[in-house]
């Protein structure tokens, strides 16, 4: 039997099926009786929380007729924003995407519709249905492709934020197409776009690219700030940044100076720290602006003393290790740093390691171990997985083998291929030393990267 062609059918057959009246179907799922025989009848549209109390009434899933209002919305009745819009959103937050994707279909055929399809997608952005709304920016920006508009810039900005993960080929890709809509966003979302982007790339150690940007994001702040200071209180912007201005301005000599260090360029690195620590010229005196000022400071004498590291200054270790004891947010940094240095000038370090035993190993949740941007402390773990393996198997410690494949496995999960070269040359260096066990468990990994490069050729290739 073929199925009822809409929703009134498959009513009147529940009603049948059933022997209700109409009456007794108002009762039981709470919809005016008058109002439930016109909608039966055909004279009024079934709003959407009339679609809900019906399917609530016959007992089936609540999306079971979406397909079908669908067609309600633009065949059975004049399409009304009134209906469409908690319809879409009900769509977005029970994941029925093939529903949005035939209604977005039908209402950009009327150009109207582009505005009001954003707002919703801004707010199904907010509240963290990201599916949903990445598909409502996908086709307003198919819709304004050709219009150098910020609308159009704003989806590009949002669908970045939602491509970010744990894929380091995907996070590059979405910087990449994102990039170029920075100078057609609101001055106040710039700001807040660049500093993404550079914490993109500082995850991607792609140094050239963190120093640009962030070259860029203090001429924009810079700007900013200036003009916040001449300028009249009624012309102050009304969208704000994230952050107040200065912060931005802090935040570039910040990210600067990280650059620098991974040049080997300390004392342009160390002069940058005198910068971002240094909040005598900004104006605001709050109790916002004292906390900043503090972390810009503590993330100062912090960095102090790992630059001293970096540069071999071995001397400074036990006054760091001091100073992060206290600071349960640096310890992770620290030790990959501690041990990278040892690793370059061949010290040893076995005092620390015993000291902060147990602190990184083994995490199932990478937020323990700080509070940078996860992408970054997800490259950094797996670094720091590949510099502790190597530390202990050059010093006859135990465990570097499986150090190794602790690496492997993160930076599999992370698609980074430079990390994952350096664990596979550095296993078949000690492949001697790994037990049956550990020599299964690394073929298992390595068929899971090349697995997962076929996936990434054939998307490649998809796209020719």
Avoid at 60 to 80: G, I, K, M, N, Q
Avoid at 255 to 275: F, G, H, P, T
Avoid at 426 to 441: S, T, V
Wanted: aromatic residues 12%.
């Amino acid at each position: 039997m073929e199925p009822a062609a809409t929703i009134r059918d498959q009513l009147v057959d529940y009603l049948s099926k059933h022997e209700l009246s109409i009456n007794q179907f108002a009762i039981r799922s709470g919809i005016n009786s008058g109002t439930l025989s016109r909608i039966i009848n055909g004279h009024q549209p079934i709003a959407m929380s009339h679609l809900e109390l019906i399917t609530a009434g016959m007992g089936v899933r609540e999306d079971y007729f979406y397909s079908l209002y669908v067609d309600e919305c633009f065949y059975h009745s004049a399409p009304t924003w009134r209906r469409l819009r908690p319809f879409i959103v009900k769509c977005a937050e029970l994941g029925r995407m093939d529903c949005i994707e035939l209604l977005v279909h039908n209402l950009l055929d009327n150009l109207t519709y582009v505005p009001m399809l954003f707002e919703v997608a801004e707010g199904l952005f907010q509240q963290g249905y990201w599916p949903g709304a990445a598909l409502l920016y996908e086709n307003v920006s198919a819709s304004e492709k050709y219009q150098y508009s910020e609308r159009l810039a704003m989806c590009q900005y949002r669908l970045f934020q939602i491509a970010l993960g744990d894929d380091q080929s995907t996070n590059l890709r979405a910087a990449t197409l994102f990039e170029s809509y920075i100078p057609r966003l609101d001055e106040a979302d710039q700001l807040d776009a660049l500093k993404q982007l550079v914490v993109v790339y500082y995850s991607l150690r792609q140094w050239k690219k963190v120093d640009e940007l962030a070259q860029e994001l203090l001429r924009l702040a810079t700007i900013q700030y200036d003009y916040l200071g001449h300028s009249k209180r009624t012309n102050v912007p009304e969208k704000k940044a994230i952050y107040p201005v200065y912060y931005y301005i802090l935040y570039s000599h910040l990210m600067r100076s990280c650059a620098c260090v991974e040049w080997e360029d300390y004392d342009n690195a160390l002069n940058l720290i005198k910068l971002y620590i240094d909040g005598s010229w900004i104006r605001e005196d709050s109790e916002e602006t004292r906390k900043i000022l503090a972390q810009f400071k503590e993330w100062g004498q912090a960095n102090t003393y790992l630059y001293r590291l970096l540069a071999g200054q071995q001397e400074v270790i036990p006054e760091y290790v001091e100073y992060i004891s206290t600071q349960s947010n640096e310890i992770f940094m620290a030790l990959y740093r501690i041990i990278q240095s040892a690793n370059r000038y061949l010290w040893n370090v076995d005092h620390v390691l015993d000291r902060f035993s147990n602190y990184v190993l083994n995490k199932t949740d990478l937020k323990e171990l700080g509070t940078h941007n996860p992408q970054v402390i997800a490259d950094q773990y797996a670094r720091f997985l590949i510099e502790l393996a190597t530390y202990y198997l050059d010093n006859n410690r135990s465990g570097g083998v499986k150090l190794i494949l602790l690496s492997l496995e993160s930076s599999t999960k992370i698609n980074s291929e430079s990390i994952v070269m350096k664990c596979v040359d550095l296993f078949e260096q000690h492949r001697h030393e790994a037990e049956k066990e550990e020599k299964e468990q690394y073929k298992l990994l390595i068929r899971k990267v090349m697995d997962e490069n076929e996936k990434k050729t054939h998307y490649a290739v998809s796209f020719v």
